[in-house]
């Protein structure tokens, strides 16, 4: 039986880019770095969105592009959405010494709580953070602040340096190895991350994304990659399933069913 949202209040919004707020809600969720929740808004829809707050208040960060995110992003301190999780597996990051951290876009959601975490537990630490602009950089501040080794990327040169993560991840392997390679974005990014890492021996974690009906329950087959299921087998996933997966970086599921190309599924979920 499927877990019944809670209605909790919006207890503080911040604006972290013009097009992304992070909800702070007055719910207490013991989350684990990667895992999801999903929000809900009464006669409208449910979806999944990374915890970057967990504990004694949780919250949630979202990006205003499509009919749910911009009804959310209509939202006041004070108004009340429904929630339920956490959901998914999350990062291991059990006895890892050093580590590098790559984000691209909204993926910065996904990896700040690990970030955060592997800076308190000491470990050696390089975070790279990807955007298209450097006003769409998504939480730089508290990401340069787990690290000396940080780096932004945008594609318009506007912050950082002008190009892509993969070139800056590409040129550390070259003078330093890492126990584990995590990371969050476009998919097409991920994958271009997963294979730098399979050329460089080191294996990697990547959090993956797909359309989620249920919502963790693992029964509805939306969220399908391979024979896993992102919502209940991710959605995070290891080299080692990562390599047997032939639709990663290639496909995904509309809420149809239809399996499209991944640039098709992008512009669907815009």
């Known amino acids: 039986m499927a877990e019944l949202p809670k209605m909790v209040s919006i207890t503080k919004i911040v604006q972290e880019t013009p097009s992304i707020k992070t909800y702070y809600l007055g719910y207490s969720m013991d989350a684990r770095p990667g895992q999801f929740a999903m929000a809900w808004l009464p006669g409208l829809d449910e979806k999944p969105f990374t915890l970057t707050a967990a504990g004694k208040e949780c919250a949630i960060t979202v990006q205003c592009k499509g009919k749910f995110t911009r009804a959310m992003c209509g939202l006041k301190a004070g108004d009340r959405i429904g929630i339920r999780g956490p959901y998914g ?113 080191v294996e990697c974690q990547l959090n993956l994304e797909r359309y989620m009906r249920c919502g963790g329950m693992g029964v509805c087959g939306a969220c399908a990659i391979g024979k896993w299921l992102v919502c209940r087998d991710g959605p995070v996933f290891e080299s080692r399933r990562l390599r047997g997966i032939e639709e990663f970086g290639q496909k995904a599921l509309l809420k149809s069913g239809k399996e499209v190309s991944l640039k098709d599924f992008a512009e669907w979920r815009q």
Do not use: W
């Open 89 to 201: 597996n999350g990062f291991d990051f059990e006895g890892v010494k050093s580590a590098c951290i790559v984000a691209g876009g909204c993926g910065a959601a996904p990896i700040l709580l690990l970030a955060e975490q592997l800076s308190a537990k000491g470990v050696d630490l390089a975070v790279i953070n990807g955007a298209k602009a450097g006003k769409e950089c998504l939480f730089k501040e508290r990401l340069a602040k787990t690290t000396k080794d940080f780096y932004i990327t945008t594609d318009d040169g506007s912050l950082g340096e002008k190009g892509h993560v993969t070139t800056v991840l590409e040129r550390m392997f070259n003078g330093k190895k890492f126990d584990a390679v995590f990371g969050c974005g476009p998919e097409p990014m991920l994958k271009a991350v997963f294979e730098a890492c399979e050329k460089a021996g």
